[in-house]
């Protein structure tokens, strides 16, 4: 050990109190103790070298196991080699050599005050030992310092009783060195690294788990640690990962030292205890946390943030580091309670014992023993860690595997044995080889039903992979690979999906399991673009479905749903599904038939009331389980088209709730897109943007969803103009596969584009989408209305004709499907484009066809009274048409559409209104004296209470309140509260009630 001493000056005060002691005659005994590494053998050497200062004769000797069978090893090493005493190891008289012994130590003693400095003296012989002791007993009248250093530290073994317990306190100096506080060991770190920063300077802290023998020798190696290129290293070194990173590797060299002084039981349960700590989650919660990362440490690019998470004193953060640490005061906390009938089946103490194959109570004392020490520190659920994952990779370092897997299964097994739960159970049999024993597969299989269920695909996936290592028969096998592969599919692993997925596929399994897992490759395989694959996995499937034509019939239903990825694809199955439904629609069965419906609405057949009839009827029939989510999305997205949005989202959902957590399935994602439509049909902006993280994505993509479509137009809407930009350019569209939802997303980065002023690179993206639209047979404008947004870029750039002609197609199209979103979009552009009366009575007609739908409209009503509100002040008439802007304006501030408000604005101010577009609604509207008011009968007040309070007339608060109720767009006085509560300012309160 190197360095300077640290907190060690109260020891040093006492030895050299004692050394003048023993200068004036009178000797004695300083006893040193302390735990491995806490510097013992420094503080005796700075002890020695300051009684040589002060003129003693200094006598050494130090203690080590190999001595402990020659008697008097220690006392002959102490008082020098001599021809007298070659007979003791020769089995002499003891007794008699321990007084001439004696002797000598008195002709030493007559020369001159010397002091005798024994380090280890817990190792020494015994004879020695008592020859120590019996000395003690005579040095207060000789001038002989006695100063001897002693281990002393809780092992699960108990150690032989300590040198002076026999002695008279009287006859002895004592002293304990505590570990190294926080503030010393970063002063340490800084002296060996001038330039660290606290964060790291923390992490060195933490990993000297306050013993300067552990800090010194990690502090070696980080210093000593040459260049991949040779050259001597400068600046502060990164903290390795692993013990294997360390060179020349003097901490885990030291580390072995402390496990080797404590012998075998108290290494086996360290060990065990740092192997356990691989499978117990990072969180709180011992059940439900994730699993940590593979690998011993489990810690691989995340050391610091798992050190971090406690501090020297159990204290989030480093706050200490700065200061004079010392010693931790034991408390309560520090304490590990032993076994009982009702501790918790997790029990840390249990656990341990019964993996090391020790006394839980001895356990529970060494657990205590190194949390006050330092080396362990309790997480936020109570376990004990050790200070910092390097200690823990030290302890692990060298220890055998089976030594490692049996620790675990052993957890394993005392965990079930006390009701742990399913998922203790289950870390630690991913950390042992194949059980061959019924429990082991249970527990895993119902680890993975818990991690599914709490939304853990990669935690439930590696469960899986452990459970397929047990014996297993072929059909149980095909179904775990199949489940496999589906989560290693949502934890983003598509080739190790597919790969098990294909593995499944040439194993036996009845044929609704094949079923399932020709689906769930079909899906893997065309979320990669592999969509002819896909299709191919799919026909073999089916061709092995001899006298199963309902299951026939669902393989054909994922076919057409997966064929979407793919032009050419989607053109040849939706040619085979008109064919057949012409001629037998029977064989399609109601999922293909459902199909064809949806591709009717596409392609402008059918009516959306002709649609609905059809859906539903469908789904009355009785249909194959397999095959009901395709029949239930397919009818979802029909509903949502023909604004059945309540009918649309109760399918949804219904289908949702029947998906198999742990299948791969295409309705998945297809339900999840129906569910954002519906929500952008309603204008919910706020659930369209709640759970998208990729508007602020900086990296280049080239996948866009449906999903990112309706997200960037939620951007657009509710005015976040510089996070929509960035949304649009976070994909590389020219590498982008073909698919629906590219077309989607293009629409969606032409309004983008529109609103930002780009009208040419709009009208662009709209052209585009219209052409790869058409080529899917997609002409309804009820998917993307293209054709009104060509008009709209066609008007601002001055083309008038080209516009009138694709809003005149696009309002015929949109009376085929004849919902009042679709023709009154169209009937709003055609009149903007006809302009004049004609056009007064186009925009009219789109306004009360949206205003009188049996749905909310929303935007499109908003946009339909914009244009309305422009051609009545093109034609003079102001006053109708602030009429018509007021009322856009009010419901774009509804409804959040926050460009559109301030069009609505601008088109006010440009016709010379006083009152611009404003909040006009909401709480932020109200006066003082409204607010007050209001505030009062929220909190229970009669108006004539209120009346009488504020000194008003009741007239005077009831009009307040009639004015309040329009302005909060409320009906009831029992709404007030929840209407008042969004944007109450601070500080602003109800006046108490007397």
């Not at 510097?39 to 001595?67: I, Y």
């Not at 949390?371 to 302890?395: I, K």
């Not at 049996?406 to 005392?414: D, G, N, P, S, Y």
């Not at 008011?933 to 009831?958: F, P, S």
């Amino acid at each position: 050990m190197t360095g300077p001493l640290r907190e060690r000056d109260d020891a040093r005060a006492l030895v050299a109190a004692e050394t003048e002691r023993a200068l004036a005659g009178t000797g004695g005994l300083v006893l040193l103790r302390g735990a491995t590494g806490t510097g013992r053998t420094a503080v005796l050497e700075h002890a020695a070298r300051h009684a040589a200062d002060r003129g003693l004769r200094v006598l050494r000797a130090r203690c080590s196991p190999e001595d402990t069978a020659v008697p008097l090893a220690t006392v002959r090493q102490l008082l020098g080699p001599n021809p007298e005493f070659t007979d003791i190891a020769h089995g002499g008289d003891a007794r008699g050599s321990a007084a001439r012994l004696w002797r000598l130590l008195r002709s030493y003693a007559d020369e001159g005050p010397l002091m005798m400095a024994v380090d280890d003296v817990h190792l020494a012989d015994d004879p020695s030992r008592r020859w120590l002791l019996e000395a003690a007993r005579r040095l207060d009248r000789l001038p002989v310092l006695l100063v001897v250093t002693e281990r002393s530290q809780y092992d699960v073994d108990p150690r032989p009783a300590g040198l002076t317990q026999t002695l008279s306190p009287s006859l002895v100096r004592t002293h304990t060195l505590a570990p190294l506080g926080d503030g010393a060991a970063a002063g340490l770190v800084r002296d060996a690294f001038p330039g660290a920063g606290p964060r790291w300077t923390a992490q060195c802290v933490r990993a000297g788990a306050g013993s300067p023998l552990l800090l010194h020798a990690l502090l070696d190696d980080l210093g000593g640690a040459p260049r991949p290129d040779g050259s001597a290293p400068d600046g502060v070194p990164p903290l390795p990962a692993t013990c294997a990173e360390l060179y020349p590797g003097s901490y885990p060299a030291a580390v072995a030292w402390w496990l080797n002084s404590a012998g075998t039981a108290t290494a086996d349960v360290a060990r065990c205890l740092a192997a356990l700590e691989q499978a117990w989650p990072k969180g709180p919660d011992g059940g439900r946390a994730g699993l940590p990362a593979e690998g011993d440490a489990g810690d691989r690019g995340g050391l610091c943030a798992s050190a971090d998470a406690v501090g020297r004193d159990g204290l989030p953060g480093s706050a200490d580091i700065g200061g004079r640490g010392g010693p931790r005061a034991v408390t309560d906390r520090d304490g590990w309670g032993g076994p009982r009938a009702e501790a918790d089946p997790g029990d840390p103490v249990v656990l341990l014992a019964e993996a090391a194959g020790a006394d839980p109570a001895r356990v529970a004392g060494w657990l205590a023993a190194m949390t006050r020490l330092g080396l362990l520190r309790r997480d936020a659920s109570g376990r004990p860690r050790y200070a910092h994952p390097l200690l823990r990779d030290a302890v692990l370092t060298g220890w055998p595997r089976p030594r490692r897997e049996a620790a675990h299964r052993a957890a394993a097994e005392a965990s079930l044995r006390r009701g742990g739960r399913v998922e203790a159970v289950a870390r630690h049999l991913l950390r042992t080889p194949a059980v061959t024993e019924p429990w082991a597969l249970r527990v895993l299989r119902d680890a993975v039903t818990v991690a599914v269920h709490d939304a853990r695909p990669a935690d439930a996936a590696a469960y899986l992979r452990r459970a397929l290592d047990e014996p297993l028969a072929d059909d149980l096998r095909q179904r775990l690979l199949t489940e496999l592969g589906s989560l290693e599919y949502a934890s983003a692993d598509a080739p190790a999906a597919i790969a098990r997925l294909a593995e499944a596929q040439h194993l036996p399994a009845d044929p609704r399991n094949r079923v399932r897992t020709a689906v769930a490759l079909g899906t893997a395989l065309a979320s990669r673009g592999e969509v002819r694959t896909a299709m191919e996995v799919l026909r073999r499937t089916e061709g092995r479905l001899s006298g199963h034509p309902g299951l026939t019939r669902t393989v054909q239903a994922a076919g057409a749903l997966l064929s979407d990825q793919d032009l050419a694809t989607r053109q040849e199955v939706y040619r085979w599904l008109c064919e057949t439904g012409e001629h037998a629609p029977e064989l399609l069965g109601t999922t293909g038939q459902a199909l064809l419906v949806r591709y009717g609405a596409t392609a402008g057949l059918i009516s959306a009331q002709e649609a609905m009839t059809r859906v539903r009827a469908l789904l009355a029939q009785p249909g194959d389980p397999l095959a009901e989510p395709f029949l239930l999305g397919t009818a979802a997205a029909v509903a949502q088209w023909a604004d059945e949005l309540d009918e649309a989202e109760r399918l949804v959902e219904r289908g949702l709730a029947g998906q198999h957590p742990a299948l791969l399935h295409p309705m998945q994602h297809a339900l999840l897109n129906t569910r954002a439509d519906i929500a952008a049909a309603r204008g919910d902006h706020a659930r369209l943007l709640a759970d998208d993280c990729r508007a602020d994505a900086g990296a280049p993509r080239t996948a866009p969803t449906n999903r990112d479509a309706h997200a960037l137009m939620a951007l657009v809407h509710t005015g976040r103009t510089e996070a929509a930009g960035r949304l649009a350019r976070a994909f590389d569209l020219r590498r982008a596969p073909e698919s629906w939802e590219l077309n989607r997303f293009l629409y969606a980065r032409g309004v983008q584009r529109a609103a930002a002023g780009d009208v040419v690179g709009a009208l662009h993206d709209f052209l585009e989408c219209g052409r790869r639209q058409a080529a899917r047979d997609v002409v309804s404008p009820v998917v993307t209305p293209w054709r009104t947004a060509v008009a709209e870029c066609r008007l601002a750039l001055g083309g008038g004709q080209d516009a009138l002609a694709l809003a005149a197609e696009e309002l015929r199209l949109a009376r085929v499907w004849n919902t009042p979103r679709t023709v009154g979009r169209a009937l709003r552009v055609l009149g903007s484009a006809t302009g004049g009366r004609r056009g007064v009575e186009l925009a009219e007609e789109a306004v009360r066809t949206l205003r009188d739908g049996p749905v909310d409209t929303g935007t499109e009503l908003i946009e339909a009274l914009l244009a309305q509100g422009r051609q009545l002040l093109a034609a003079g008439e102001r006053g109708r048409a602030r009429n018509r802007l007021r009322e856009a304006a009010d419901l774009a501030e509804r409804k959040g559409a926050v460009r559109l408000l301030a069009l609505a604005g601008q088109v006010l101010r440009d016709s010379g209104a006083r009152s611009p577009a404003t909040a006009g609604t909401g709480p932020g509207a109200l006066t003082g004296s409204e607010r007050r008011i209001a505030e009062l009968a929220a909190a229970g007040r009669t108006n004539t209470e209120i009346a009488d309070l504020l000194h008003l007339a009741r007239r005077t608060v009831e009009t307040h309140l009639t004015s309040t109720y329009r302005k909060l767009r409320i009906r009831r006085r029992t709404e007030l509260p929840a209407a008042l509560a969004p944007d109450r300012p601070h500080g602003t309160r109800p006046l108490p009630q007397d």
